[in-house]
Each structure stands twice: as structure tokens, then as C-alpha cells.
Nanobody, 125 residues
Framework: VQLQASGGGLVQAGGSLGLSCAGS????????MGWFRQAPGKERAFVAA????????QYVDSVKGRFTISRDNAWNTVYLQMDNLKPEDTAVYYC???????????????????WGQGTQVTVSS
């Protein structure tokens, strides 16, 4: 499956952005999906993830209450709505797909099988 992330940009602190991750080559409905981010000089880190049916989501503590992950399997797309953005949210955001499995949501990047190319999010203070 190929993943294409889009929607990044420059926004002021307190603003909002919506990221999209479009899949092609195979339906995303068979994958759990995740968003990760990598800030300058830092390692890639988990942001949010959603089970293949959308029945369960998980977030890193720093974005809880501000970010919302969702998916539309009919459109083969996963979304990350980011509200009340902070300068520390500045990073390249990546979407990733993991073969769906029973159990808890995977938060480690090494668990994911496919990655998109990343989209830059910059939050100014």
C-alpha cells in the first residue's frame, strides 16, 4: 500500500490544521493506522493511532484533547485534526499503516509496515 500525507503548513499558536493520509494500491480498511512526528534533532515519536474499524483510538498524552484521529475507509483516508496547536507541535508528520491485529494499539514505529512521505507542520509563537 502507498500512503500520501498532506495538509501540513504554517499556523500560529492556537490555530488548527487538518492532515490527511490517502492510501492507494490496497484498501486501508485492513490496516491499523498511526500518525507519528519527528521534530528537528529528535527521534520520530508516536502521536495517535486508530484501529482498522475505527473502534479504538490512542493518543500521546501531550496531544490528548487537542488532536483527533479518524478514518473513512470508504475514501481510503485517515485524518488527523489538530486544534489549539503549540510551537512544540512543530515537526514533520508521517502516517503509517500496520497489518491489523487483535489487541492493543501499537505505538512503536517499528510495528508499522508502511509509511507515507511526511508533511511539515510549523507552529509559530
Amino acid at each position: 500500500v502507498q500512503l500520501q500525507a498532506s495538509g501540513g503548513g504554517l499556523v500560529q499558536a492556537g490555530g488548527s490544521l487538518g492532515l490527511s493520509c490517502a492510501g492507494s494500491g490496497r484498501t486501508l480498511s485492513t490496516y491499523d493506522m498511526g500518525w507519528f512526528r519527528q521534530a528537528p534533532g529528535k527521534e520520530r515519536a508516536f502521536v495517535a493511532a486508530i484501529k482498522r474499524t475505527g473502534s479504538k483510538t490512542q493518543y500521546v498524552d501531550s496531544v490528548k484533547g487537542r488532536f483527533t484521529i479518524s478514518r473513512d475507509n470508504a475514501w481510503n483516508t485517515v485524518y488527523l485534526q489538530m486544534d489549539n496547536l503549540k510551537p512544540e507541535d512543530t515537526a514533520v508528520y508521517y502516517c503509517a499503516a500496520k497489518f491489523a491485529a487483535y489487541g492493543s494499539i501499537a505505538t512503536q514505529g517499528s510495528s508499522y509496515n508502511y509509511w507515507g512521505q511526511g508533511t511539515q507542520v510549523t507552529v509559530s509563537s
